[in-house]
């Protein structure tokens, strides 16, 4: 028999919403799991990536990673571990550096042997590189086998890759399928051929304000059969506040809804919806901070514009907007701003973060290219940013031999280089501009079931997870 911790999705260096708290909370989580694994004697942790939030994670976070490894090494618990698709670097890892100082193993296609289980890993596979991926997994000779990987899978719903194609390529029979990169835990069955069973485990703090459920981990048994169970950690208080106003219903509604709740240290998401008098977000994030909330963050998803003044027909208001982008020539940089502002699931919330990020890694892999603006109208542009989502690590650095060949690429770990800068700055005006366009197809996406069904989304939703 093998019981193991089956964590993932840390996400450790996210200061999310700006709080250093928030940072602090999402190593506190790693160290609970840590903590945990410890108490119960587990015979592994089995981590299916993304254990940091980006790919320059700080020292801080570096070191606060260490600290927890060491608990884990010092009891004797080993850590298996694939990259996930925030943290991946060009060549090294930082799970190498964690493996060079004997507290971690990075999973590949040998098998590592805990009790009477064999344990293979594959990291994060971007798209464009799906298709050729063979799986060349070696012979074991235990009693089960697992796969340890990241990436949205089918059979789950937002999975835009058949778990059935890895497994036939896999040539080893496993027993279960260990998932990073979905935030929300589940598990399924995989029947002929392959009976085996597919599980996420689940983010451990909440990287985003979607995540409502309560956050934990996985203890996967490999006995007579797979036995996947959940466990909860305790995370900061998220009090989700969704008010709907009815005729004549204004601000003071929305700080009676929002007072009936503790706020002390909690992040407070208010969400307002209905009819009722317009609201000043700022008022109501106020009175939070006075409750003693951390964060406070009010989205009026409803709607005040004056119909009579829009020119457009609204037939396809899509297509409008997506006419009025192409004729406005972005660059592809600023495409990629949209797409993050308007058509993803990001939560507002998250969307500076994100769009942070995003800029950042453009300007990192040395693809200034990204910034040039485009000529307008090219039909080309018909998919705006898509080939650039599915850009891997290597790919962005193919990118950089042949497109930025001569170009001096960006200082790597220069945050406060001027261009950087003057990037961060057109990022800012490009939001800007976005957030508009945002408010007036919110309507729209929710009418349309703002499904999780969407290809586009699903694409982003790989992206963010
Ligand atoms: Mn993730």
Redesign the pocket.
């Known amino acids: 028999m093998t019981r193991v911790i089956h964590t993932g999705?840390t996400?450790l260096g996210y200061q999310q919403y700006h709080v250093p708290e928030r940072r602090q909370d999402f190593l506190a989580a790693f160290r609970q799991v840590a903590a945990d694994a410890v108490a119960d004697d587990v015979d592994a942790v089995v981590h299916a990536?993304?254990l940091f939030h980006d790919r320059r994670p700080t020292l801080p976070d570096i070191m606060g990673a260490l600290d927890v490894l060491e608990t884990l090494a010092d009891a004797d618990v080993p850590f298996l571990a694939v990259v996930?698709n925030?943290e991946a670097k060009r060549d090294a890892q930082w799970l190498d550096l964690y493996e060079s100082l004997g507290l971690a193993t990075r999973l590949g296609d040998a098998p590592v042997t805990v009790g009477d289980t064999a344990f293979y890993g594959l990291d994060f596979v971007p798209r464009a590189n799906r298709d050729d991926l063979d799986l060349d997994l070696e012979a074991h000779d235990t009693e089960h086998a697992a796969l340890v990987t990241h990436g949205l899978f089918e059979p789950f719903d937002l999975g835009d890759w058949d778990v059935g194609e890895l497994l036939e390529s896999a040539d080893v029979a496993v027993d279960a399928v260990l998932l990073?990169?979905n935030?929300d835990p589940g598990t399924k069955r995989v029947e002929e051929p392959y009976e085996t069973w597919v599980t996420y485990c689940g983010?451990t703090e909440r990287?985003s304000a979607d995540e409502r459920a309560d956050r934990g981990y996985n203890v996967v048994t490999f006995d007579d059969g797979v036995d996947v169970r959940r466990r909860g950690l305790e995370t900061r208080e998220f009090v989700f506040v969704d008010v709907d106003l009815g005729p004549g219903e204004g601000v003071e509604r929305v700080r009676e809804r929002v007072e009936q709740h503790d706020l002390a240290d909690a992040v407070v998401h208010v969400s307002v919806d209905g009819d009722g008098e317009p609201i000043a977000p700022a008022t109501v994030e106020e009175f939070a901070h006075d409750q003693g909330a951390l964060v406070a963050r009010v989205t009026d998803r409803r709607e005040f514009a004056d119909e009579a003044e829009v020119d457009v027909s609204f037939a396809d208001p899509d297509e409008a907007v997506r006419e009025r982008v192409r004729d406005l020539g972005l660059s592809r940089a600023a495409r990629e701003i949209d797409e993050a502002v308007r058509e993803s699931k990001l939560a507002d919330s998250n969307v500076d973060d994100a769009v942070e990020e995003r800029v950042r890694d453009l300007v990192d892999d040395g693809d200034l290219d990204a910034f040039q603006r485009a000529p307008a109208d090219t039909d080309a542009d018909a998919d705006p940013g898509q080939a650039d989502r599915d850009a891997t690590p290597e790919a962005a650095n193919d990118a950089e031999a042949t497109d930025a060949a001569g170009e001096a690429p960006a200082s790597p770990d220069d945050d406060e280089s001027a261009g950087a800068a003057d990037v961060d700055g057109g990022a800012a005006d490009a939001h800007g501009d976005t957030a508009d366009l945002d408010r007036d197809t919110a309507g729209a996406d929710q009418a349309a079931g703002d499904g999780a069904d969407d290809p586009e989304d699903q694409s982003t939703m790989e992206e963010y997870?």
């Open positions: 999705d996400h990536g993304d996930g925030h990073g990169d935030h983010s990287a997870l």
